[in-house]
Each structure stands twice: as C-alpha cells, then as structure tokens.
C-alpha cells in the first residue's frame, strides 16, 4: 500500500519521529490512500476529471481504506477528498503498521513533559526495502515508476523529500520536481496523480494560512 509506504518514508529510524511536521504528513498520507483506492477501483474520478466519487462500495480488506472509502457520502474534489481523509489517519496508518509488526510504538516525553510517541522500525527488511527503492530514483540512480513516482510526487507536494532523503537540499527538489512532472504512468494513473497531487498541495496551503 502506497500509505504504509509513505509512512515508512516519514518515519526517521535514529530519533524516532516523524521527518516531517504532523499536518503534512496527513496531508501526504492521505493522498497517498486516495491512490490506494483509486488503484483499488472503489473510487475513480468523474468523465470531467475533477470530482472523486465512489464507483465501488464493495469493502475493502485494510482498515484504514476501509475507513477512508467510509467518509465518502457525495462526489468531492481532491482537496475536500484530502481534508475528510486525513482526520486521524497517521495514527491510523501507525497502528496498522503495529498490527503487521512493522512497527512498534513507544511513549515518550517532549521536554521531560509533554507526552508523545517514538515509532521504531521492527522490520528492517520492509523499511530498507521502501527507502531504497524510492531513495535510489531521489538520487538519479534509475527512472522512476508508477509506486516510486507516486511517493515522490506525493513527498513533492508537501515539500518533504529534503526532509526524507540526505543530500544536496536544491538537488534533491530539482529532481524530486522533474520526477512530479515526469511521465512514469500510464496516461489514466498520470492523470490521477496529477489530481491527487493538486489537492494535496491545495489543502496543505490551506492548512498553513489557517483556512
């Protein structure tokens, strides 16, 4: 899945944390399971390409999908779709990744006060697995497809793949911003991620103007 993905991407193995700050990151992980059930056939985009709408109701076996197709009740555009989805969905995607043993979530105290949590990887092969493969299209290493594509471009909307990958911070957006307008799908995933992307990137500017 896309979003367990993504998760992984985020989470920093030395500290613990989460690489990025908790707004983005929804923002992020909820684009990354509108991909999921677009892939997934249960929701599609409208013939003129700016509403999703459910075009499949079946249940879907993953928790968090499950829930997600739930908060559909009417066709909505890609930034609306990002904004009901992402209402606890880290902690969503957290726990599933508990469940699999992936994961394993730890209390913690921020500033010897406040309560918190650290996320430690338990499955070195599943996180190394997802960091090189979108780590080594970061770097140049080779091109990018559909999964790398997507993760990239979904790190991209957010402005997150400095935060992700080391490196040069100006070479590593230049090449995350090539890979976003790239042409490493087909013509109908590349035209959903395009507008999953726009609503990512739209619900995130409203989040940090405070709308």
């Known amino acids: 899945m896309l979003h367990e993905d993504l998760m992984l991407l985020f989470i920093d193995q030395q500290t613990g944390k989460v ?6 990151a929804e923002n992020a992980l909820a684009g990354a399971v509108l991909m999921d059930l677009v892939n997934s056939g249960r929701v599609a985009f409208e013939p003129n390409g700016k509403k999703l709408q459910v075009v499949d109701p079946t249940p879907v076996n993953d928790p968090v999908l499950y829930e997600s197709l739930s908060r559909f009740d009417k066709p909505m555009r890609p930034q609306r779709a990002v904004e009901r989805v992402r209402k606890k969905l880290q902690d969503n995607v957290i726990a599933r990744l508990a469940e699999r043993g992936v994961v394993r979530v730890e ?4 500033l010897g ?6 996320y430690v990887i338990t499955d070195e092969r599943v996180h ?6 979108v780590g080594d299209v ?10 790398t594509g997507s993760l990239i471009t979904l790190l991209y909307a957010v402005n997150a793949v400095h935060r992700v990958f080391d490196g040069d911070k100006r070479e590593i957006k230049r090449r995350a911003k090539e ?3 790239g042409h ?3 013509d109908a995933v590349r035209r959903a991620v395009e507008a999953v992307q726009a609503g990512v990137t739209a619900a995130a500017s409203a989040a940090a103007s405070g709308e």
Do not use: N, Q, T
Not at 113 to 118: E, L, N, Q, R
Not at 128 to 133: L, M, S
């Open 184 to 186: 490493w799908a087909g």
């Open 138 to 147: 970061v770097a140049g290493y080779r091109g990018p497809d559909e999964r």
């Open 19 to 24: 690489r990025s700050s908790f707004a983005p």
């Open 107 to 110: 209390p913690r105290k921020v």
């Open 179 to 181: 890979i976003a307008a």
């Open 113 to 118: 006060i406040f309560p918190a949590k650290s």
């Open 128 to 133: 190394g697995e997802v960091r090189k493969a």
